[in-house]
T-cell receptor, first 112, second 112 residues
């Protein structure tokens, strides 16, 4: 049974700071890792995916994956109030048809 | 990416009745997924629907309660049967495209 754990938060950071969101997982066979952002009352939207160990950067977002330690993180630089949302960590298997399992989410609040 | 629409966007239903939720995708996809998100919770996978075969249900979900149809590669329905207040939730349709899952806008269901 795959398990995904995240700190539920809320995580509060001042505007302009770096927000760090962490996720650990139990299944060493997981091959694909995703970060979704979900605004209140909206459906999740994909912001990052990562498959290989190391860092992947996209604008203000950096995903970090360490398969040996079974954790994946998301850094948000220059945090903005519009980044305030729940961030969901998710992981998939080897094949594209493997189901994706979601973590409980971390609530982020960026304080102006 | 894939563009997904769901109908209805929300509904209020009486206990003991059934509601069918429709999901339409703008492109042909092999896998379609149905999730439930209860208030304040993360996403829980209900079932995976492949065209031409019976849906595969996750532990805790059964076909009699959540029958699913998948008549073609762009459409699926989820029925919530014999509803109780515990079924009040957001129901999300999702598809896999380019190794990533994308979500529809969700159906917010309230059962009185």
């Amino acid at each position: 049974q795959k398990e995904v754990e995240q700190n539920s938060g809320p995580l509060s950071v001042p505007e302009g700071a770096i927000a760090s969101l962490n996720c650990t997982y139990s299944d060493r066979g997981s091959q694909s890792f995703f970060w979704y952002r979900q605004y209140s009352g909206k459906s999740p939207e994909l912001i990052m995916f990562i498959y290989s160990n190391g860092d992947k950067e996209d604008g203000r977002f950096t995903a970090q994956l360490n398969k040996a330690s079974q954790y994946v993180s998301l850094l948000i630089r220059d945090s903005q109030p519009s980044d305030s949302a729940t961030y969901l960590c998710a992981l998939g298997g080897v094949a594209s048809y493997d189901k994706v399992i979601f973590g409980p989410g971390t609530s982020l609040s960026v304080i102006p | 990416s894939a563009v997904i629409s769901q109908k209805p966007s929300r509904d209020i239903c009486q206990r003991g009745t059934s509601l069918t939720i429709q999901c339409q995708v703008d492109s042909q996809v092999t896998m379609m997924f149905w999730y439930r998100q209860q208030p304040g919770q993360s996403l829980t996978l209900i079932a995976t629907a492949n065209q031409g075969s019976e849906a595969t249900y996750e532990s805790g979900f059964v076909i009699d309660k959540f029958p699913i149809s998948r008549p073609n590669l762009t459409f699926s329905t989820l029925t919530v049967s014999n509803m109780s207040p515990e079924d009040s939730s957001i129901y999300l349709c999702s598809v896999e495209s380019t190794d990533t899952q994308y979500f529809g806008p969700g159906t917010r269901l309230t059962v009185l």
